[in-house]
């Protein structure tokens, strides 16, 4: 099945040329799939004869919402979502007062083995295709009835480790003719996979890097991200000032505050001095406290702050929100599977 929605609009136009229609035509069904129709049925400008041909010759399966979750905090919504395969990802509509932000994820499940996070304890099962991460932005829009104006790709999975759908993904939902969300509105997260890194720089999208840093040295690092005994955090450090020097994009570091782990005075003013000569910005997170992992929340989270500022780095602390809701990463997804498993064993 050819997976139409996958596709750029002058590849959807070239592809319905193939089928012997005006170019025109292209732009009809790139509108419609964008507009999240179900069916080909839907697109009611087409021939009968040719909406028969693409459902017969293409995919179009949108996600089915397998479990949606409200915070009555603050009105974050998560979704779980079940693809048509079966996998289930997560996504979450955080509204902010600069616009509602959609966070989705980019594969199902991780590989890359953070020990304090719940997306990669099972491993990777698959990478999503574009269509996929497309899906998750405009399903929770028109689910939830609420506009969504800004992404962020901080979901489920390692957005460099997907890089070419990530790539195409961003094209289509920049479209004009699909979402037309602007790259400004956009960040992508990584754990500090080097070559993708530059691979964006060469590409210079004006989109917000973040780098889950988690820590400034090397022993520390290793011992929380396997990622970085592949490229090591100094490796990393090269390659966000190169990212600067040629985007001129401030790069923002995640930080999940660790106890005793990456918390001390010494490891903010290590940070400090390998941040000199780039505007970055650090952006400190409360631990999520994930049942699996044996790490447990800093409590120097302001002193660590000071620190930071005392360099004149800028340094905020994440605002939780849906704490009610399991609402951040890979948590839902886990219960869910873990019911799953539970209702298995007890047949
Ligand atoms: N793979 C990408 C994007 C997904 S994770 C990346 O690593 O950046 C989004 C952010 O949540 C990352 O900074 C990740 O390190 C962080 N995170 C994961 N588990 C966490 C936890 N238990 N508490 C706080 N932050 C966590």
Redesign the pocket.
């Known amino acids: 099945m050819i997976d139409l929605k996958s596709m750029s609009l002058p590849e959807v136009t070239e592809w319905m040329r193939g089928l012997g229609q005006p170019a025109f035509r292209g732009k009809q069904v790139f509108t419609w799939l964008h507009r999240g129709v179900r069916s080909f049925e839907e697109m009611t400008n087409l021939p009968k004869d040719l909406r028969e041909t693409l459902k017969e010759t293409c995919l179009l399966a949108p996600p089915v919402v397998a479990r949606k979750q409200e915070s009555r905090l603050d009105g974050t919504i998560k979704y779980l979502w079940e693809l048509s395969d079966g996998n289930c990802i997560e996504s979450v509509l955080m509204r902010y007062h600069h616009g509602n932000t959609v966070c989705i994820s980019?594969q199902v499940g991780?590989r890359?083995g953070?020990a304090?996070?719940?997306?990669t304890i099972a491993g990777k099962v698959r990478n999503l295709t574009p269509a996929e991460m497309l899906d998750q932005v405009l399903f929770t829009q028109l689910d939830s009835g609420l506009p969504v104006s800004n992404i962020v790709?901080?979901?489920?999975?390692?957005?460099l480790d997907n890089l070419d759908a990530v790539l195409k993904f961003l094209e289509l939902v920049n479209s004009p003719d699909g979402m037309n969300i602007g790259m400004r509105h956009i960040s992508l997260?990584?754990?500090?996979l080097v070559p993708g890194i530059r691979r964006l720089a060469d590409l210079e999208l004006q989109l917000t890097l973040?780098?889950?840093l988690?820590a400034p040295d090397s022993a520390t690092r290793s011992r929380i991200m396997p990622v970085n005994r592949a490229y090591d955090v100094e490796e990393l450090f090269a390659a966000c000032h190169d990212y600067f020097q040629k985007t001129g994009r401030r790069i923002s570091f995640?930080y999940?505050m660790i106890d005793g782990v990456n918390d001390s005075d010494q490891q903010a003013d290590l940070i400090a001095r390998k941040l000199r000569g780039m505007p970055g910005h650090v952006n400190l997170?409360?631990?999520?406290?994930?049942v699996e992992?044996p790490?447990k929340p800093s409590r120097r989270i302001a002193a660590f702050q000071k620190r930071l500022e005392s360099h004149g780095i800028t340094a905020t602390v994440r605002r939780s929100l849906g704490g009610d809701i399991d609402a951040?990463?890979?948590q839902l997804r886990r219960k869910a599977m873990e019911e799953a498993q539970k209702g298995e064993d007890s047949q």
């Open positions: 980019s991780c890359m953070c304090f996070c719940a997306s790709l901080m979901g489920i999975g390692e957005p997260s990584t754990c500090g973040s780098v889950s988690h995640e999940a997170i409360p631990l999520n406290d994930v992992s790490f951040s990463c890979g």
